[in-house]
């Protein structure tokens, strides 16, 4: 059974960086298409990109300038950093797998981690 | 980016009653080259992640119940609940992934009547 689990900081500043950590267990980052996607307090979905792990990667157009994913295939993990937040980068971060798809097209997502609520305040 | 639409936003059923979605792209999901929409459902319950019921806008994920059924093609696409659990109560999102940036409907809340 594949897990995937958020971690880090709760708490960020404006201007400053998001960072987030994804651990897979049951399933290797080393295959498949792994996704970020945040949902703002009572709203809905939004997905920020994806990556393989060739270090393809794909971002949302609405974020591509702001945002980094990576992957550490040794430690199983896959990392989201997303610059100069605001106020609007609040809400909750998932990430996600896809199966099937290519990095350019994920398909849809069929395991996601229990979430991570980020707020940003000074 | 494709928009999605999802009707009604929030409902209310009754236990054992039908639950029926509705969710409308703004352009064709259909892949011609294999007959296939490339559209998902998801469920979520409060302080829960979404967990995907259904996928190629009609094939039901492992260990969904069968009275999730996805219907539709092209634009429009229904996901129906045939009798409502209370389990059931929850978010039901949409989802496009036949282009890039993949995208949600804002969401449809099922409740109990």
């Known amino acids: 059974q594949v897990q995937l689990q958020e971690s880090g900081p709760g708490l960020v500043k404006p201007s400053e960086t998001l960072s987030l950590t994804c651990t897979v267990s049951g399933g290797s980052t080393s295959s498949y298409y792994w996704s970020w996607i945040r949902q703002p307090p009572g709203k809905g979905l939004e997905w920020i990109g994806c990556?393989?792990?060739?270090?393809?990667?794909n971002y949302n157009p609405s974020l591509k300038s702001r945002v980094i994913i990576s992957v550490d295939t040794s430690r199983n993990q896959f990392s989201l950093k997303l610059t100069s937040v605001t106020a609007a980068d609040t809400g909750v971060y998932y990430c996600?797998?896809?199966?099937?798809?290519?990095?350019?097209?994920?398909?849809?997502?069929?395991?996601w981690g229990q979430g991570t609520l980020v707020t940003v305040t000074s | 980016d494709i928009v999605m639409t999802q009707s009604p936003d929030s409902l209310a059923v009754s236990l054992g009653e039908r639950a029926t979605i509705n969710c409308r792209s703004s352009q064709s999901v259909l892949y011609s080259s294999n007959n296939k929409n490339y559209l998902a459902w998801y469920q979520q319950k409060p302080g829960q992640p979404p967990k995907l019921i259904i996928y190629w806008a009609s094939t039901r994920a492992s260990g969904v119940p069968d009275r999730f059924s996805g219907s539709g093609s092209g634009t429009d696409f229904t996901l129906t609940i045939s009798s409502l659990q209370a389990e059931d109560v929850a978010v039901y999102y949409c989802q496009q992934h036949y282009i890039t940036p993949p995208t949600f409907g804002q969401g449809t809340k099922v409740e109990i009547k």
């Open positions: 990556m393989y792990n060739s270090g393809s990667t």
């Open positions: 996600a797998r896809s199966y099937y798809g290519s990095v350019t097209h994920p398909y849809y997502l069929d395991y």
